[in-house]
């Protein structure tokens, strides 16, 4: 299924990806001890580094390395072994929306059309507003 025309994630965002995947239990007990949603957008706006600083702690280490050590074509096979697709912020389909969260998600994962990502992309007669709100 994959092919050039398919979505193609990035080396850099497919280990932040499985960082956060590595993470998540991590990410899950700081979130419950806090405000529900505040914590998680604080922690995942933070770099590889300082996530894992705040959340394993003497670990920190071990998870960066054992993420930098992710080979990105076995990721990206194994993601084409499930017949779906990753896309980037890097890749020109991405949802232009979704680069302005500070938390958003490092990679898309999909099954499917990828060219379905085109129909979360604003009109593009749609205007964005200003913190003004207009």
Request: net charge neutral.
């Amino acid at each position: 299924m994959s092919g050039p025309e398919w979505p193609r994630a990035c080396a850099e965002c497919l280990r932040r990806a499985w960082l956060i995947g590595s993470l998540a239990g991590h990410i899950e007990k700081a979130v419950d001890r806090a405000t529900p949603g505040r914590r998680a957008h604080e922690l995942l706006a933070l770099s590889d580094a300082d996530l894992s600083t705040a959340l394993a702690r003497s670990r920190a280490g071990e998870f960066l390395e054992h993420a930098r050590a992710r080979d990105p074509e076995r990721m990206r096979a194994a993601v084409a072994g499930t017949h779906g697709w990753a896309c980037c912020r890097h890749d020109d389909r991405h949802p232009e929306g979704l680069g302005d969260l500070g938390d958003g998600p490092a990679v898309l994962f999909g099954r499917g059309d990828p060219a379905l990502l085109a129909a979360l992309a604003p009109p593009a007669s749609t205007r964005r507003s200003s913190s003004a709100g207009w």
